[in-house]
């Protein structure tokens, strides 16, 4: 790849770049600065009907989120709903992943147009045919279960639990399919000659195929992690938007309900930003682990 | 032998629970309205019928609002195709200072959660509205705006690898003959990098599609002017939901992300397995 360096370049790459720098700043950049503008500031209905002057907190509505209990009740919630439906996602995609590998084509593609029909249902609909599926009254579950009337979404852990399953369901195909991908591209000859070594079907999972596919799942485990910490449309809708006074509540719906339930602007970005900056933290580990993979930029 | 026979048949038991939501949304669309709201829900069902669909396309107005999100999907697939293609072709084919930053920043800025910036987006769209309607709350541009800026880092990100490949002799060969620089831009590079083309705006599709938070954000007194996501949720009402009308919807909902899917599928799994393979 060469390229030139004549006159006038420079105006013309400019050209083609405007149209993407004006929706990028504008609706990229300039919303970031705004939203740490707008937690550092008491901004409430009062003030955005210009009823009443806007009075800056500094760190204010940080200092009061971080007195709630609340907040700290929701924080930890967020953590565990993620972490419950990252080990979920990994270990039934890891483990379909190998199942796939030890089966005939016509078995594995059944398994991989299933998965894939999971995988493009819009969060809106899946969680929909989810609730429908387990309803008190009309759910095919609880008909096979033999426990009509039986309420999957009031108790707050099964809430929860059922909200995972929904969110397993749909995110687990990402990571076999890219497992399956990395399992077939380790070449014949090492697992060869793991078997002439005199490897067992475990030494070799253990000790050949598990360090080789070391960094690709750092990949899909950072990348869920990224994913499961901002979800937002299946507790909205399966818990009709954080459960009952808010027991089912993550980060993400919990500073939509803060801003436009509550209209508290301030703290509902004040919350935007704690997630950003969390979220942030993962990101540069992904970033080390994918230079770690040997990815270039 | 024997125990791949069985793999196989766990396989296939999988597959089946996997895709078994999706039956059930098919079968319930299907169904007569008595069957749906049966306490004793049967697996099939031996009168089927396409009320449920009438009734979601009729009664609440729903082809409306399809209308409405393939009217936002489209637009967005056609603005972030042009932008991000011009925006590649000056990334890859011009040297000009600031150019590593602006890569950098394309990077960085694909990682901000957009979910956070909710808050923010929904004051500037208030703005927006006041200079033009269209594009600002409760209208269908303002979704277009965001998730037109949503997609475009992605997708000229993964265009510059696509214009990159198209050898530079090319150009001056199209140079050589006469052809202006506009001309050999949209009819000779536009067409090379189509496969490209065709993967980043598939992508942008499905999440402008699938959108909820930023229409049930936006769209706040215009229900005209819903996307299908929320409509789905008119049908949903404490104690009587239309459940077939639902089922209805989700089928009509998930069609087309499915035929989508099943199409760039090939491209998506190399593309994604290229991006987190060396």
């Known amino acids: ?297 | 032998m024997n125990r791949r026979v069985v793999a196989e048949g766990v396989t296939v038991v999988i597959a089946a629970v996997v895709a078994f939501p999706l039956y059930w949304m098919v079968l319930t669309a299907l169904k007569p309205e008595a069957e749906v709201i049966s306490a004793d829900p049967r697996p099939w069902t031996l009168a089927p019928t396409l009320d449920s669909f009438v009734r979601a396309l009729t009664v609440q107005s729903f082809g409306r609002y399809l209308l409405n999100s393939v009217v936002v999907a489209v637009a967005v697939v056609v603005l972030s195709l042009l932008i991000s293609f011009l925006a590649a072709t000056a990334l890859t084919r011009f040297r000009f200072r600031s150019r590593t930053t602006l890569l950098i920043m394309l990077l960085v800025v694909q990682m901000v959660p957009v979910e956070a910036l909710t808050i923010p987006l929904f004051f500037v769209m208030q703005s927006v509205r006041d200079v033009a309607p269209v594009f600002g709350l409760n209208h269908l541009g303002s979704l277009v705006l965001v998730h037109l800026a949503f997609s475009l880092p992605f997708a000229i990100w993964m265009l510059r690898g696509f214009v990159a490949a198209v050898p530079v002799e090319l150009e001056e060969a199209a140079t050589l003959d006469g052809a202006s620089r506009f001309r050999f831009l949209w009819q000779v590079l536009f067409p090379l990098v189509a496969p490209g083309l065709v993967a980043t705006s598939v992508l942008s599709f499905i999440h402008a599609w699938n959108d909820f938070l930023f229409a049930k954000t936006f769209i706040i007194s215009a229900a005209e002017n819903q996307t299908l996501p929320l409509a789905l949720q008119v049908f949903v009402k404490p104690d009587q939901n239309d459940w077939g009308a639902i089922m209805a919807g989700s089928t009509l909902m998930t069609i087309p992300v499915l035929i989508f899917f099943v199409l760039v599928q090939r491209r998506l799994v190399a593309g994604l397995a290229g991006a987190v393979k060396s």
């Not at chain 1, 060469?2 to 050209?15: S, V």
């Not at chain 1, 369901?169 to 399956?180: A, D, G, I, K």
Request: charged share 10%; hydrophobic share 55%.
């Open chain 1, 1 to 297: 790849m060469t390229m030139r360096t004549a006159k006038g370049d420079g105006r013309i790459a400019f050209a083609y770049l405007a149209p993407a720098l004006l929706v990028l700043v504008g609706l990229m950049g300039y919303p970031i600065y705004q939203l740490v503008l707008i937690s550092l500031f008491d901004y409430g209905q009062e003030q955005v009907s210009g009823g009443a002057p806007l009075t800056f907190l500094g760190l204010g509505n940080y200092a009061n989120l971080l007195s709630q209990d609340r907040f700290w009740a929701v924080l930890g919630q967020t953590i565990g709903f993620a972490a419950v439906c990252v080990l979920g996602t990994l270990v039934v995609g890891t483990a379909l992943a190998v199942l796939a590998t030890r089966v005939r084509t016509w078995a594995r593609m059944t398994l991989f147009l299933a998965a894939l029909g999971a995988w493009a249902t819009p969060a809106v609909a899946g969680s929909t045919i989810w609730l429908f599926l387990f309803d008190a009254n009309f759910g095919f579950v609880n008909e096979v279960l033999g426990t009509t009337g039986m309420s999957w979404t009031y108790d707050k852990w099964l809430a929860f639990g059922l909200v995972a399953a929904q969110v397993i369901w749909c995110s687990f195909p990402f990571v076999m399919v890219t497992l399956y991908a990395g399992i077939k591209a380790i070449p014949g000859e090492v697992l060869e000659a793991a078997a002439l070594d005199g490897a067992s079907t475990t030494r070799t999972a253990t000790s050949v195929i598990l360090p080789l596919l070391r960094p690709l799942l750092i990949v899909v485990t950072i990348q869920s992690i990224i994913w499961d910490f901002k979800v937002f449309t299946q507790i909205y809708i399966m818990t009709n938007g954080g459960g009952i006074a808010g027991r089912n509540l993550v980060l993400n719906v919990y500073a939509y309900q803060q801003a436009f339930a509550a209209s508290e602007y301030g703290l509902g970005a004040s919350i935007g930003v704690v997630m950003t900056a969390l979220l942030l933290l993962v990101t540069l580990g992904y970033l080390r682990a994918l230079r770690r993979s040997g990815e270039a930029l």
